[in-house]
């Protein structure tokens, strides 16, 4: 986009800029010499100019120096890519010069281009007007200095498809009737008749220029959209295969350099559906015959791939096994690491919303992942990724599993629900994977490996951590233990190194839930191969015993377990932690309780001890050890306080005594 500021230097620089030497300039690769590639001639050779600055009015210079006075329009890169030198980059004009080499404009030769953005200009004396694309509107031909409207006598869909191959839309146009309404000025042509094969309207027959006997009213219109010339072959349903285009007479794929969602929104919008679109890859396999566009970029607001940017119809690098697919399903994954994953989001009535989590479960998991290109996987992990916002359009979704959408399943029906977004459901569409620990002394140590397309290879350690150690130990059935190793004590590992850049948060089931750089993508050696230890070293090696469900049956050195999850919301490692925390408290609350009572009981035992020896001390005192009855005062002798000032306190015993004698 240009930069405001240096625009303003670049008029400045114009203003003091002398005339240059005229260029020769040229159109090529169009179906005529209005339109095409543009090329200037300079020191003995042709050259491209880049399309950098580069603008109608650019466009509206070039056609004069070629004779079409005050017409000419940039039409990007549709001609395509062309060779040799880059002559021009920069190109700045004001619409007075005569010749391109008068605009403003880097050196000749100086430019950071590549060829893929040589400008295109058209020099077509016709245009649409007053429609939702360039593709449609009322026709306007350009005569004697001035645009002016054709008279809708005579006009037929013949007449329309030489207009739109004039525009560069192909043989394939129709008459709109005055659907865009009167023009003013000039009505320059009536009476146009076509018989189709023509290459420009003013071949056709006519009543002459300026000759007619209409009203503005009857002004013509045309449409060169051809909604029929689209198709996608090879799905299950209507709303999802192979993308195909009928140009020509024939019908052909779409490669899928530069291609992504905002194209298959077009594309989708071009067939009937929701502006809603997704590029799947080449999922529903090679196409046959002409492989008709490539490099296609469109920006989400056409309203036809035609106005898209494109090498130009039939120019590719291409083969057909990079035939794009494209799926025109309302689903999306939200709020996760990747695309496979994500609090579930569809499509309905021009607007996004949730889907509630009752009864939703992983065969429907499954039927979104598929929906979403990712195969027939997919596990449903409870509200993960957190509670999204606006219409929660699904509640209550029962899928079998076989279902290619979830708009076939049983559901409430759009938009009924008795649920808050705290009920959103999240999915994860990470396919299954197998890993091992390989090298070491013991299957729970030993060289980190995983299996993907078909073999075995390493994980790098670059930003490997315990977390992630513990969710690959947990994953073959160790628990949630582990740490992270260097392999220096293990054999070295070899092949594919699958994984770099793993992090994982503790709460994934396995390594393919952690987020990664992509299988196959990283910058290690195999020096850098990760190990894992799951030896619990809270305890005693001696005491270590494989737990069940652990895989060890293969090597004495080798661990090898598939990823399967547990739960459902992928929670366990907490769950388990929680659980264990909950129970020790119970159990220590017991333990206090237990204790309290045994030492309410000893000293309620106690006491009563104490009380029947006092009782039995006094009796021992008052009971006579014989039936001669001592006398009075051999008992007062025995029983006479002793003369100590200690003992000033009165002697209860001996009162007891007298009052029983």
């Given at each position: 986009?240009?930069?405001?500021?240096?625009?303003?230097?670049?008029?400045?620089?114009?203003?003091?800029?002398?005339?240059?030497?005229?260029?020769?300039?040229?159109?090529?690769?169009?179906?005529?010499?209005?339109?095409?590639?543009?090329?200037?001639?300079?020191?003995?050779?042709?050259?491209?100019?880049?399309?950098?600055?580069?603008?109608?009015?650019?466009?509206?210079?070039?056609?004069?120096?070629?004779?079409?006075?005050?017409?000419?329009?940039?039409?990007?890169?549709r001609y395509g890519a062309g060779r040799g030198p880059i002559w021009l980059d920069n190109v700045l004009c004001r619409g007075t010069e005569t010749n391109i080499a008068d605009c403003w404009h880097g050196a000749w030769g100086r430019h950071n281009c590549g060829h893929a953005e040589d400008v295109s200009v058209s020099c077509v004396g016709v245009r649409l007007v007053g429609g939702a694309s360039a593709r449609e509107g009322r026709l306007e031909v350009y005569h004697n200095g001035s645009w002016g409207t054709v008279c809708d006598d005579y006009f037929d869909d013949a007449t329309a498809r030489v207009v739109c191959s004039m525009l560069g839309y192909g043989r394939a146009g129709t008459v709109a009737a005055n659907r865009h309404g009167p023009g003013s000025g000039a009505i320059w042509l009536d009476d146009v008749r076509c018989t189709g094969t023509e290459t420009s309207i003013t071949e056709c027959r006519h009543a002459g220029w300026g000759g007619h006997n209409c009203k503005h009213s009857e002004d013509v219109s045309v449409s060169c959209i051809t909604a029929v010339g689209l198709r996608l072959a090879g799905g299950p349903s209507p709303r999802e295969g192979r993308l195909e285009v009928y140009y020509n007479g024939?019908?052909?794929?779409?490669?899928?350099?530069?291609?992504?969602?905002?194209?298959?929104?077009?594309?989708?919008?071009?067939l009937g559906h929701e502006s809603v679109g997704q590029f799947v890859g080449s999922r529903y396999g090679a196409g046959s015959g002409p492989i008709l566009l490539d490099d296609l970029r469109c920006s989400g607001t056409e309203a036809n791939i035609g106005d898209c940017r494109h090498r130009g119809w039939g120019r590719h690098d291409c083969n057909h096994s990079e035939d794009a697919s494209v799926s025109c399903l309302a689903v999306r994954l939200v709020g996760g690491r990747s695309a496979r994953e994500g609090r579930l989001e569809v499509y309905h009535a021009g607007v996004w919303g949730t889907v509630c989590d009752d009864n939703f479960d992983n065969a429907a998991a499954r039927v979104a992942c598929y929906s979403l290109g990712y195969g027939n996987?997919?596990?449903?992990?409870?509200?993960?990724?957190?509670?999204?916002?606006?219409?929660?359009?699904?509640?209550?979704?029962?899928?079998?599993?076989?279902?290619?959408?979830?708009?076939?399943?049983?559901?409430?029906?759009?938009?009924?629900?008795?649920?808050?977004?705290t009920e959103d459901a999240s999915v994860l569409c990470i396919g299954e994977v197998r890993a091992r620990l390989a090298g070491g002394s013991s299957p729970r140590a030993g060289r980190l490996e995983v299996y993907h397309s078909g073999a075995w290879g390493t994980v790098c350690g670059d930003g490997f951590t315990d977390t992630a150690a513990k969710v690959v130990c947990y994953s073959l059935g160790f628990g949630y233990v582990g740490r992270a190793t260097n392999t220096d004590d293990y054999s070295g590992g070899n092949g594919t190194i699958w994984l770099d850049d793993v992090a994982c948060d503790g709460i994934e089931t396995h390594i393919g839930e952690c987020f990664h750089g992509g299988w196959g993508v990283h910058n290690c050696v195999h020096h850098e191969d990760v190990g894992v230890s799951c030896l619990d070293e809270s305890r005693p090696s001696s005491s270590t015993s494989t737990p069940a469900?652990?895989?060890?049956?293969?090597?004495?050195?080798?661990?090898?377990?598939?990823?399967?999850?547990?739960?459902?919301?992928?929670g366990h490692k907490y769950k388990y932690t929680v659980g264990i925390f909950?129970?020790?408290?119970?159990?220590?609350?017991?333990?206090?309780?237990?204790?309290?009572?045994?030492?309410?009981?000893?000293?309620h035992y106690r006491n009563k001890r104490q009380e029947r020896e006092k009782n039995d001390e006094i009796r021992r005192r008052v009971t006579p050890t014989s039936n001669?009855?001592?006398?009075?005062?051999?008992?007062?002798?025995?029983?006479?306080?002793?003369?100590?000032?200690?003992?000033?306190?009165?002697?209860?015993?001996?009162?007891?005594?007298n009052l029983s004698v």
């Amino acid at each position: 986009m240009p930069n405001p500021a240096l625009s303003g230097v670049v008029l400045l620089l114009l203003l003091a800029t002398g005339r240059a030497q005229p260029a020769t300039v040229r159109l090529v690769g169009g179906s005529d010499s209005t339109e095409g590639r543009l090329e200037v001639y300079h020191n003995g050779t042709w050259g491209t100019v880049c399309d950098d600055y580069f603008d109608d009015v650019a466009a509206r210079v070039v056609c004069y120096s070629l004779g079409y006075r005050d017409v000419g329009g940039f039409v990007g890169n549709r001609y395509g890519a062309g060779r040799g030198p880059i002559w021009l980059d920069n190109v700045l004009c004001r619409g007075t010069e005569t010749n391109i080499a008068d605009c403003w404009h880097g050196a000749w030769g100086r430019h950071n281009c590549g060829h893929a953005e040589d400008v295109s200009v058209s020099c077509v004396g016709v245009r649409l007007v007053g429609g939702a694309s360039a593709r449609e509107g009322r026709l306007e031909v350009y005569h004697n200095g001035s645009w002016g409207t054709v008279c809708d006598d005579y006009f037929d869909d013949a007449t329309a498809r030489v207009v739109c191959s004039m525009l560069g839309y192909g043989r394939a146009g129709t008459v709109a009737a005055n659907r865009h309404g009167p023009g003013s000025g000039a009505i320059w042509l009536d009476d146009v008749r076509c018989t189709g094969t023509e290459t420009s309207i003013t071949e056709c027959r006519h009543a002459g220029w300026g000759g007619h006997n209409c009203k503005h009213s009857e002004d013509v219109s045309v449409s060169c959209i051809t909604a029929v010339g689209l198709r996608l072959a090879g799905g299950p349903s209507p709303r999802e295969g192979r993308l195909e285009v009928y140009y020509n007479g024939t019908w052909g794929t779409v490669c899928d350099d530069d291609f992504d969602d905002a194209t298959a929104t077009v594309v989708c919008r071009m067939l009937g559906h929701e502006s809603v679109g997704q590029f799947v890859g080449s999922r529903y396999g090679a196409g046959s015959g002409p492989i008709l566009l490539d490099d296609l970029r469109c920006s989400g607001t056409e309203a036809n791939i035609g106005d898209c940017r494109h090498r130009g119809w039939g120019r590719h690098d291409c083969n057909h096994s990079e035939d794009a697919s494209v799926s025109c399903l309302a689903v999306r994954l939200v709020g996760g690491r990747s695309a496979r994953e994500g609090r579930l989001e569809v499509y309905h009535a021009g607007v996004w919303g949730t889907v509630c989590d009752d009864n939703f479960d992983n065969a429907a998991a499954r039927v979104a992942c598929y929906s979403l290109g990712y195969g027939n996987v997919g596990r449903f992990v409870g509200n993960r990724y957190g509670k999204g916002t606006g219409t929660i359009w699904l509640d209550e979704v029962r899928c079998n599993g076989t279902e290619t959408s979830l708009a076939d399943c049983r559901h409430l029906g759009w938009g009924s629900h008795n649920c808050q977004h705290t009920e959103d459901a999240s999915v994860l569409c990470i396919g299954e994977v197998r890993a091992r620990l390989a090298g070491g002394s013991s299957p729970r140590a030993g060289r980190l490996e995983v299996y993907h397309s078909g073999a075995w290879g390493t994980v790098c350690g670059d930003g490997f951590t315990d977390t992630a150690a513990k969710v690959v130990c947990y994953s073959l059935g160790f628990g949630y233990v582990g740490r992270a190793t260097n392999t220096d004590d293990y054999s070295g590992g070899n092949g594919t190194i699958w994984l770099d850049d793993v992090a994982c948060d503790g709460i994934e089931t396995h390594i393919g839930e952690c987020f990664h750089g992509g299988w196959g993508v990283h910058n290690c050696v195999h020096h850098e191969d990760v190990g894992v230890s799951c030896l619990d070293e809270s305890r005693p090696s001696s005491s270590t015993s494989t737990p069940a469900g652990s895989s060890t049956a293969a090597s004495p050195s080798t661990s090898t377990a598939r990823f399967e999850a547990p739960t459902q919301d992928g929670g366990h490692k907490y769950k388990y932690t929680v659980g264990i925390f909950v129970a020790t408290f119970i159990g220590g609350l017991v333990l206090v309780g237990v204790f309290l009572f045994a030492l309410a009981v000893v000293l309620h035992y106690r006491n009563k001890r104490q009380e029947r020896e006092k009782n039995d001390e006094i009796r021992r005192r008052v009971t006579p050890t014989s039936n001669t009855r001592p006398p009075p005062a051999a008992l007062a002798v025995r029983d006479k306080p002793p003369t100590s000032e200690k003992s000033s306190k009165p002697n209860h015993a001996v009162r007891l005594l007298n009052l029983s004698v």
